[in-house]
């Protein structure tokens, strides 16, 4: 479903662009930022209420999209050195997240917990209507710039996890087993960890450049 090559884009591998000095795409991204921390709140604790796996990934994703709607409000504007030492923090925090998801999915699989299916769809499809509300706010934008066209793409996969999570509460409900959570939130915590692999390998290569250019002009008055 592509959501491997999106991760890496909504985690910082694309290239950086300048901030978008559109007074509308800035609404929108604030706009953009609250839907997915409110969201993040309303999954955290239906996954926990719901037993459900696959909802504490999404939720965990939530508050990831959140904090990257920040870093192209904010933290773009900053020296190239410092975007780096962040996108070193972003890798690091996705990588423990999908270690958490995993953790939890094998801990799930072991005690044999069985979620609710109708709490896992509605918040799936919660989650689904505020993705697609914010996909419909940046559509516009979806030809844009590097940045405007990555952000516009985590929407758009974001979207089609939700629609995995109903998939997996479909499933729990026909087959009256967890393993169709287990197995979505699996995927989700493997797709984590190769994420925080690129950003981080990614963040250290951009991090020598930027030292190295700042050490340059000293080298040079040594000379």
């Known amino acids: 479903m592509g959501f491997s090559t999106m991760s890496d884009c909504c985690s910082g591998g694309c290239s950086p662009a300048k901030p978008p000095v559109d007074p509308r795409y800035r609404r929108i991204l604030w706009i953009a ?43 773009l504007a900053l020296a190239p050195v410092w975007r780096s030492r962040t996108a ?57 710039d590097a940045n405007m066209r990555s952000v516009w793409l985590c929407t758009r996969n974001d979207a089609i996890g939700n629609v995995a999570v109903m998939l997996a509460a479909f499933g729990v409900f026909q087959t009256g087993s967890g393993l169709p959570d287990l197995l979505v939130a699996t995927v989700m915590g493997l797709l984590g960890l190769s994420a925080a692999h690129s950003v981080i390998t990614h963040a250290r290569r951009e991090l020598r450049e930027a030292e190295a250019a700042l050490a340059a002009p000293v080298e040079l008055k040594r000379r």
């Open 33 to 75: 930022l609250w839907v997915n921390a409110l969201m993040f709140f309303v999954e955290i604790v239906g996954g926990w209420a719901a037993g459900s796996v696959s909802l504490l990934a999404d939720a965990v994703d939530f508050l990831g999209d959140a904090a990257n709607y920040g870093i192209s409000l904010f933290v």
């Open 88 to 144: 070193l923090v972003k890798g690091a925090t996705m990588g423990g997240y999908g270690i958490f998801v995993l953790g939890t999915a094998l801990w799930h699989l072991r005690s044999g917990t069985v979620p609710q299916a109708h709490t896992m769809g509605l918040i799936g499809f919660l989650a689904l209507a505020a993705n697609c509300l914010v996909a419909v706010l940046l559509f516009s934008y979806r030809n844009g």
